[in-house]
Structures are given as C-alpha cells and as structure tokens.
C-alpha cells in the first residue's frame, strides 16, 4: 500500500510531483498521524486517535500514556508491541513527550518519538 508522504502536516511535494510513502515509512507516519489524533476529532472515523487527556491531563500515569500509545498502534498494526518506552512530561512548558520502539513478532521494529503540547 502506498500514501502521500506527509511533513511538518502538509503533503510533501517535490519537483511539482506528490511524494509517496509505503511499508513500514507509511505505517510509522500513520501511527504518528494516529497518536497525534484526539478520539472522535476525525468527523470521518470517529474511533480513529488516542485520549488525549490521558496524556496531558491531571493526575497521569506512565501506565495511562503506555495504554494510549498501544491503542493507537494497534489501530495501525494489532501486530506490534511496545518495548523501551520512554514518557517525559515539562510540567512547566505544559508538554509531554513520549518515545519507545515497536516491534513485531518477526524482530521488525520502528522507533517512534511524539512531543504533545
């Protein structure tokens, strides 16, 4: 399967010509695209994201952001599992980020690296 890339939210374009994406650069653009999604924002797919609020919200838990982040992958790619995950909040700036590596049963494994603001 192929897809237009997308950089910085926008189609990329070179030379007058879309730029494609597939294979695994597709799948990990579309969980970044997935995990940046707030649950019910897509008037589309209303299933498609994440809780956002379990991740910026009050109260929040390592284990709440790892519940999400798997949540989103898995409406990617239900073959995935999430490994050396990494969540750091900046309780000043009122931001989180997260990082961790997913990899899948054939040793197949993409890190990716999400800031939420």
């Keep these: 399967m192929k897809g237009f890339k997308i950089v ?12 494609m994406v597939e294979a695994t650069e ?39 952001v790892k519940t999400q982040i798997r949540s989103g992958v898995n409406q990617v790619n239900s073959d995935y599992t999430i490994e050396d995950f990494d969540f750091n ?5 009122r931001a989180a980020s997260v990082k961790f590596i997913a990899k899948k049963p054939n040793g197949t494994s993409v890190s990716i690296r999400n800031s939420y603001d």
């Design 8 to 19: 910085g939210g926008d189609v990329s374009i070179s030379d007058g010509d879309i730029n």
């Design 26 to 64: 597709l799948e990990i653009q579309t969980m970044k695209t997935v995990l940046q999604t707030n649950k019910g924002e897509d008037v589309f797919d209303d299933t498609e994201g994440i809780n956002l609020r379990q991740i910026l919200g009050k109260g929040v838990t390592e284990d709440m």
């Design 89 to 93: 909040v900046n309780n000043a700036a």
